[in-house]
């Protein structure tokens, strides 16, 4: 006997094999089983380097200025993003990377992909 997905088949069924799989089963002249595949899973590409574009060495206290990112491969799966910053009260920033200086100091602003790659700039704001 020969099982393939919980159903039995004799030794009097035409079984058609290809590779480990069976592919059909037949009895008398009609197919009983047809093997479909399903459909793959897509291919996952991680993110390997994130770059920061935009980013100024300093920055007037109340001014923003945005930020973007740069994620390779271009192909990459998931680009999403997450920024922080190293010093709220000195300059925030948003899901979208506007990067927006609150009072004199310095801040770390921080990007990093989902499968956690960052890259850092160091921003000084001034009066």
Not at 26 to 42: A, H, R, V
Request: net charge negative.
């Amino acid at each position: 006997m020969i099982y393939k997905d919980g159903i039995g088949f004799t030794d009097e069924d035409e079984v058609m094999i290809s590779g480990n799989w069976v592919d059909e089963i037949w009895k008398n002249g009609d197919m009983l089983y047809k093997y479909t595949p399903e459909e793959t899973e897509p291919e996952i590409i991680l993110p390997e380097s994130i770059k920061i574009l935009g980013g100024v060495a300093s920055i007037k206290n109340g001014n923003s200025v945005q930020l973007t990112a740069e994620i390779l491969p271009e192909n990459a799966t998931d680009k999403t993003v997450t920024w922080s910053t190293s010093n709220l009260a000195t300059m925030s920033i948003s899901d979208q990377g506007l990067a927006t200086a609150k009072a004199t100091g310095m801040a770390v602003i921080t990007a990093q992909t989902v499968n956690g790659i960052s890259n850092t700039i160091l921003i000084r704001v001034t009066v």
